[in-house]
């Protein structure tokens, strides 16, 4: 079965120092990757994705993540992190099911940048 | 603004009742789903259409159904309702049912609470 695990459910750091949120995920077939942002009380925003090409990819805000085929992971990162990126991180993926392919969302994982 | 639109924003009711949530996809987009997010909680499949048709279903209960109109609006329909129903239900669309590459573009959701 698909899935994508979020190993941390929270994550602390400080404003200008670089960010990771991690993602890991088991699916059949080439993975096709999400990263969606939420802000309190609002729907998900997304971010970035991985389809194929470049394993380094550039999303919005100053978001990048890092495909790695041979750990199956996704890694979001950002070089210097704002109090403004406080928010909920999902990961996704788009996996192969027995209607063709559907999303599967990763737990979230809540940063927290302090100022 | 991701161009998906639900209704209500929010919405009170008591138990044993029945309420009915809508959204209106982007505008070319055939295909919706709907998530539920409990307090403090990842977001859980419900259920997926596709150009009318019922594609996908997740952990919908069966006090719960959804329809998916000629127009491409969809409506979930929630009855007998428990205190543990009260969530923020999401819709998302997407341009394609299955075999795409796109992302979801996610409403802003609709806040239930079930006194």
């Known amino acids: 079965a698909q899935s994508v695990a979020q190993p941390e459910d929270q994550v602390n750091v400080a404003e200008g120092n670089p960010l990771t949120v991690k993602c890991t995920y088991s699916?059949?077939?080439?993975?096709?990757l999400f990263w969606y942002v939420q802000y309190p009380n609002r729907g998900l925003q997304f971010l970035l994705k991985y389809i194929t090409g470049d394993n380094l990819v550039k999303g919005s805000y100053g978001f990048e993540a890092e495909f790695n085929k041979s750990q199956t992971s996704f890694h979001l990162k950002k070089p210097s992190a704002l109090v403004s990126d406080s928010a909920l991180y999902f990961c996704?993926?788009?996996?192969?099911?027995?209607?063709?392919?559907?999303?599967?969302f990763g737990p979230g994982t809540r940063l927290s940048v302090l100022p | 603004d991701s161009g998906v639109t639900q209704t209500p924003k929010h919405l009170i009711t008591a138990t044993g009742q029945r309420v009915t949530l809508r959204c209106s996809p982007r505008?070319?987009?055939?295909?919706v789903y709907w998530y539920q997010q409990s307090l403090d909680q990842g977001l859980q499949f419900l259920i997926q259409y596709y150009n009318g048709e019922e594609r996908a279903k997740g952990n919908i209960l069966e006090r719960f159904s959804a329809q998916q109109f000629p127009d491409l609006h969809s409506e979930l329909n929630l009855s007998s309702l428990e205190l543990g129903d009260s969530a923020l239900y999401f819709c998302?669309?997407?341009?394609?049912?299955?075999f795409g590459t796109g992302e979801l573009f996610f409403g802003e959701g609709s806040r239930l609470t079930v006194l």
């Open positions: 505008s070319g987009d055939l295909s």
């Open positions: 998302a669309s997407s341009v394609a049912g299955g």
């Open positions: 699916v059949s077939g080439n993975p096709y």
């Open positions: 996704a993926v788009r996996a192969l099911d027995n209607y063709g392919q559907n999303f599967v």
